[in-house]
Nanobody
Framework: QAQLVESGGGLVQPGGSLRLSCAASGFTLDYYSIGWFRQAPGKEREGVSCISSSNDSTHYADSVKGRFTVSRDNAKNTVYLQMNSLKPEDTADYYC???????????????WGQGTHVTVSS
């Protein structure tokens, strides 16, 4: 069964770091551009970052630019989101998904993981 599984969420203090992982099973991630999305309580889901299938293009929302880094390890069939200098407003459920039409300013999630929760609080 094909699935995406996020992990790495948790509670962290402001200014701290977390690394989220998005592991694929049942299919190969190599052929897919992958996006990270988040949804905070009472807010709409937003795209945070994406990485192209060829690993030559990334994109970040303005709110996380300079703090978050997306990467992929196709050998491990996994995409990562390194989150540094975390702020309370980064608190949300984080999801990875295959995306279309590709990694750029506008992308849409297609096949989703179940999410992992991040809380940034002192």
């Amino acid at each position: 069964q094909a699935q995406l599984v996020e992990s790495g969420g948790g509670l962290v203090q402001p200014g701290g770091s977390l690394r989220l992982s998005c592991a694929a099973s049942g299919f190969t991630l190599d052929y897919y551009s992958i996006g990270w999305f988040r949804q905070a309580p009472g807010k709409e889901r937003e795209g945070v970052s994406c990485i192209s299938s060829s690993n030559d293009s990334t994109h970040y929302a303005d709110s996380v630019k300079g703090r978050f880094t997306v990467s992929r390890d196709n050998a491990k069939n996994t995409v990562y989101l390194q989150m540094n200098s975390l702020k309370p407003e980064d608190t949300a459920d984080y999801y990875c998904a295959t995306i279309w039409p590709g990694c750029g300013g506008n992308y849409n999630g297609d096949y989703w993981g179940q999410g992992t929760h991040v809380t940034v609080s002192s």
